[in-house]
């Protein structure tokens, strides 16, 4: 789970990092486990996370496919 405490960023989740959202302050977002994700910061702004695991592991994954190009924006 990604809670937003400041700033403005891009969320990219999905196989291959099909779908994507714009998240700010107050904004959460949730994962199943497993489900590869992405933060992503286009902005000159600094942007501070507060991540709730369920485990004390940090895993890293490479995705096995290409990220696609243009992700379908969800609002």
Do not use: C
Not at 6 to 16: A, D, F, L, T, V
Not at 28 to 57: I, M, W
Not at 61 to 72: D, F, M, R, S
């Amino acid at each position: 789970m990604i809670y937003v405490v400041k700033g403005h960023s891009e969320i990219r989740w999905g196989e291959s990092l099909d779908y994507a959202a714009d998240i700010g302050p107050g904004d959460l977002a949730y994962f199943s486990p497993d489900v590869p994700h992405q933060e992503f910061n286009p902005h000159a702004e600094d942007t501070v996370y507060l991540v709730v695991r369920s485990d004390l592991e940090r895993i890293v994954n490479p995705l096995e496919e290409k990220p696609v190009a243009i992700p379908e924006r969800v609002y």
